[in-house]
């Protein structure tokens, strides 16, 4: 099976870390595909085969074709990957390996092995949390960069806070069968509207159903470091404002492209992260959830072709964002006050959900540990007979 070995360097002594990955396609256009929480490389599925065309990956004898123009001129190689924590991957032992910046490492790494000194780096969730920060460590080796149903991590991972959202949670914190995970995922990943919609004689839904059980019982359940440390590189998350700079002016595309219906990333994030990086990023709004790349392949992967076209053309970042361009000189003191007492009270309201999702939780787990503690103390009923 191909494997690239990473090199520990982030802690002294750390073991060595394999990274599972599986290549499509030929071209000289190179695309890492960086799939996000809980996520396999078999995620990226529909984006492999509108992007390639291919369905099974290259034999991993053959030798990876660099990017020095020895593949086909017009084709699109792809690279998708299990990250550290999940899949065939290793699966670290200590929270503290898992951070975006380490993921972002294992990445590079893997384009060193493959022998690719660029390439269009496409991520998904946290997968697009580590593919930014992948771009602000080393904006030389990216074409361009595409981002998907993302935030930017710590408490903008947290959901928006309704009665949908906490049954999701508690269930999901409950879930310990394929069945009972396959059910949660569904409505995280899609709407309504998309699981109800007939093919053939059943709905999406039980289809998927049966898919994501399959999927679930034959790579198992995320172990329990790959789940803490991958939600730590989450929580841990960050873009600094040199970061947000070195990517706003490395000088490639940017493309953002979110579900209106993400009940898991909210949009508002995606378009603070686009206003932030003008006049690099183009956004763009699908109706779909959280996997709109499932939802909306046929969108998804038109958008993606037309940046690698676009950035093969050498277009403008200006010609390239559909943003409108901030005109400070026409905003009066006034309107600045008040766009500032916006953020200041969205900022509030956002750490005040923070608060309430955190003892909403420890509420949760000391309930749990209550009721547990019930069924220990119980009194066991002894019939006469048994005297």
Same mark, same amino acid.
């Given at each position: 099976?191909?494997?690239?070995?990473?090199?520990?360097?982030?802690?002294?002594?750390?073991?060595?870390?394999?990274?599972?990955?599986?290549?499509? /396609?030929?071209?000289?256009?190179?695309?890492?595909?960086?799939?996000?929480?809980?996520?396999?490389?078999?995620?990226?599925?529909?984006?492999?085969?509108?992007?390639?065309?291919?369905?099974?990956?290259?034999?991993?004898?053959?030798?990876?074709?660099?990017?020095?123009?020895?593949?086909?001129?017009?084709?699109?190689?792809?690279?998708?990957?299990?990250?550290?924590?999940?899949?065939?991957?290793?699966?670290?032992?200590?929270?503290?390996?898992?951070?975006?910046?380490?993921?972002?490492?294992?990445?590079?790494?893997?384009?060193?092995?493959?022998?690719?000194?660029?390439?269009? !780096?496409?991520?998904?969730?946290?997968?697009?949390?580590?593919?930014?920060?992948?771009?602000?460590?080393?904006?030389?080796?990216?074409?361009? %960069?595409?981002?998907?149903?993302?935030?930017?991590?710590?408490?903008?991972?947290?959901?928006?806070?309704?009665? &949908?959202?906490?049954?999701?949670?508690?269930?999901?914190?409950?879930?310990?069968?394929?069945?009972?995970?396959?059910?949660?995922?569904?409505?995280?990943?899609?709407?309504?509207?998309?699981?109800?919609?007939?093919?053939?004689?059943?709905?999406?839904?039980?289809?998927?159903?049966?898919?994501? !059980?399959?999927?679930?019982?034959?790579?198992?359940?995320?172990?329990?470091?790959?789940?803490?440390?991958?939600?730590?590189?989450?929580?841990?998350?960050?873009?600094?404002?040199?970061?947000?700079?070195?990517?706003?002016?490395?000088?490639? %595309?940017?493309?953002?492209?979110?579900?209106?219906?993400?009940?898991?990333?909210?949009?508002?994030?995606?378009?603070?992260?686009?206003?932030?990086?003008?006049?690099?990023?183009?956004?763009?709004?699908? &109706?779909?959830?959280?996997?709109?790349?499932?939802?909306?392949?046929?969108?998804?992967?038109?958008?993606?072709?037309?940046?690698?076209?676009?950035?093969?053309?050498?277009?403008?970042?200006?010609?390239?964002?559909?943003?409108?361009?901030?005109?400070? /000189?026409?905003?009066?003191?006034?309107?600045?006050?008040? !766009?500032?007492? %916006?953020? !200041?009270?969205?900022?509030?309201?956002?750490?005040?959900?923070?608060?309430?999702?955190?003892?909403?939780?420890?509420?949760?787990?000391?309930?749990? &540990?209550?009721?547990?503690?019930?069924?220990?103390?119980?009194?066991?009923?002894?019939?006469?007979?048994?005297?």
């Amino acid at each position: 099976m191909p494997y690239c070995v990473v090199t520990a360097a982030a802690v002294a002594g750390e073991e060595e870390v394999r990274i599972f990955y599986q290549r499509y /396609g030929h071209g000289a256009a190179k695309v890492v595909l960086i799939i996000g929480f809980a996520g396999t490389y078999e995620s990226w599925g529909p984006q492999v085969k509108g992007l390639t065309g291919a369905v099974e990956p290259v034999d991993e004898e053959a030798p990876a074709a660099g990017d020095d123009g020895s593949g086909a001129a017009e084709g699109v190689e792809v690279c998708c990957f299990d990250n550290r924590g999940m899949g065939r991957s290793s699966v670290p032992a200590h929270k503290s390996q898992y951070t975006t910046a380490i993921m972002a490492k294992d990445a590079l790494a893997l384009m060193n092995h493959l022998g690719w000194r660029k390439a269009h !780096v496409f991520g998904h969730s946290m997968g697009a949390m580590i593919a930014s920060k992948l771009a602000a460590m080393a904006p030389d080796r990216v074409a361009s %960069l595409a981002l998907l149903n993302t935030t930017g991590g710590g408490y903008q991972c947290i959901p928006k806070v309704d009665w &949908h959202t906490i049954s999701l949670a508690c269930r999901f914190l409950r879930a310990r069968t394929p069945e009972q995970r396959a059910i949660l995922d569904l409505e995280v990943h899609y709407t309504r509207e998309y699981l109800e919609e007939a093919v053939g004689s059943c709905t999406r839904r039980q289809m998927l159903y049966q898919e994501y !059980v399959k999927g679930l019982s034959s790579g198992g359940m995320q172990s329990r470091h790959g789940f803490e440390g991958q939600i730590n590189a989450c929580w841990t998350h960050k873009l600094s404002t040199k970061e947000l700079d070195r990517i706003r002016l490395a000088g490639f %595309l940017v493309l953002i492209i979110h579900g209106r219906d993400d009940v898991v990333a909210q949009l508002y994030y995606a378009r603070r992260l686009a206003e932030k990086l003008q006049p690099a990023a183009k956004l763009i709004e699908l &109706h779909g959830g959280h996997l709109v790349s499932h939802e909306r392949p046929a969108e998804v992967n038109m958008s993606f072709m037309e940046m690698i076209k676009a950035s093969k053309s050498n277009t403008e970042l200006e010609e390239w964002s559909n943003l409108p361009k901030p005109d400070a /000189g026409c905003l009066c003191k006034r309107d600045g006050d008040t !766009v500032n007492y %916006l953020i !200041v009270t969205h900022n509030l309201l956002a750490k005040l959900q923070l608060i309430l999702l955190f003892f909403f939780g420890v509420f949760y787990v000391i309930l749990e &540990h209550a009721r547990r503690a019930i069924r220990v103390l119980k009194p066991v009923r002894v019939s006469a007979s048994t005297l």
